[in-house]
């Protein structure tokens, strides 16, 4: 009797892990999937602050940081620039000189008079001396969003009028290659240095804090980061099952064989 209880319980746990994988694999891809030390399209085209198009090859002859947003983002977008903007305040490194910044909107909606008003806003409130065309804001269409974000692993799924989308540094080389991916929209300006310094040398850097990413999604009606319940409750379980099997199945029949 109790053979057959802990197989039903054991049987309850497979079918809740099965579940939840199912579930979590109905869900579009949002997030980072980290394409290190893979070059990240340079021949795209996008529209810059004045309208004109432009190749972003013509851009990227520095240590580069990339940033994907959309200019009229209720979330994590405004932060995620506003935090930029204060690590080129605080960093020792020069704006326009020692790297770059290229934010792109990955909204084919939005147009480059929202990406002016956005690159002044955002440079106006750094209190140094900087380069403005070390820093610049770009629009275009969903092909060439399509390509660019695909080749730098930056995913994101349209909910609504908004989008659920992940925030994210990515440091690229002067050739063009992904060497760093700083996560979340908070970073120290040490991180950020040190990850450009990387870059300049070509050196790729494997992301150590990936956790957050993993147990953390962006809620687009509560409008912020909150615990994914599914995919950590699935690892809970994972473990629950091994601990089970484990305990109540295999050390008995063990003992049995000793005996």
Known sequence: MRTKSRFAMLLLLLVLVV??????????????????????????????ESGQLVSIKDFVHKPTIFTF?????PGICSPLLTELSRIVEKMDLQLGKDYQ?????????????????KRENYLSSINRPVDPNGWRFFTGDSVNIQRITDGAGFY??????????????????????ITRYINGI????????MALIEASNGKVTPTIAKVLRFCYS?????????FNVVRVSGV???GLVGIFVLVFIVRPKKK???G
Do not use: M, W
């Open 256 to 258: 049995q064989t000793e």
């Open 236 to 238: 809970v379980i994972v």
């Open 186 to 193: 908070q970073y120290l300006p040490f991180d950020v240095k």
């Open 156 to 177: 994101f799924i349209r909910s609504g009028n908004d989008y659920v989308h992940a925030g994210a540094l990515i440091i690229v080389s002067p050739e063009g290659r």
């Open 101 to 117: 910044i290229l934010t792109i909107s990955f909204d084919h909606r939005e147009k480059p008079e929202i990406a002016a008003g």
């Open 218 to 226: 962006y809620d687009p009606e509560a409008r912020t980061y909150t």
């Open 69 to 73: 947003v959309y200019y009229r983002c």
């Open 19 to 48: 579940r939840a994988h199912a579930n979590q694999q109905r869900t579009p891809p949002v997030g980072i999937a980290e394409k290190l030390g893979q070059t990240i399209p340079l021949d795209v085209e996008f529209y810059d």
